[in-house]
């Protein structure tokens, strides 16, 4: 049984910063991609940032472009999201996954968590 769990979120105001955490336990045999989502109230779930297996590649949504940094530690099977200059419209349900492809991708994501909730003030 593969789980991730996301930690880090909270309440900070715009312009401040925040760092995501996703741990993994169980196994996940092979290689695999990990990403984020997130889910704002009342919208559907949107795609955040992607990272490949070995941490070179990376993919991120336009609107997190620039703010946003997605990392990972494979030691710790970690994943990390690194969040500044929080703007209000990122405010939202934070979803971690993993594929049990290696590659950078936007869908098809095998696992998830149960998410970590992301408050910006104005």
Not at 50 to 73: C, E, L, M, P, Q
Request: hydrophobic residues 35%; proline residues 2%.
């Amino acid at each position: 049984q593969v789980q991730l769990v996301e930690s880090g979120g909270g309440l900070v105001q715009a312009g401040g910063s925040l760092r995501l955490s996703c741990a993994t336990s169980g196994r996940i045999f092979g290689t695999y991609a990990m990403a984020w989502f997130r889910q704002a109230p009342g919208k559907e779930r949107e795609f955040v940032a992607a990272i490949s297996w070995s941490g070179i590649n990376t993919d991120y949504a336009d609107s997190v472009k620039g703010r946003f940094t997605i990392s990972r530690d494979n030691a710790k099977i970690t994943a990390y999201l690194q969040m500044d200059s929080l703007k209000v419209d990122d405010t939202a349900v934070y979803y971690c996954a993993a594929s049990r492809l290696p590659h950078v991708r936007r869908d098809e994501y095998d696992y998830w968590g149960q998410g970590t909730q992301v408050t910006v003030s104005s």
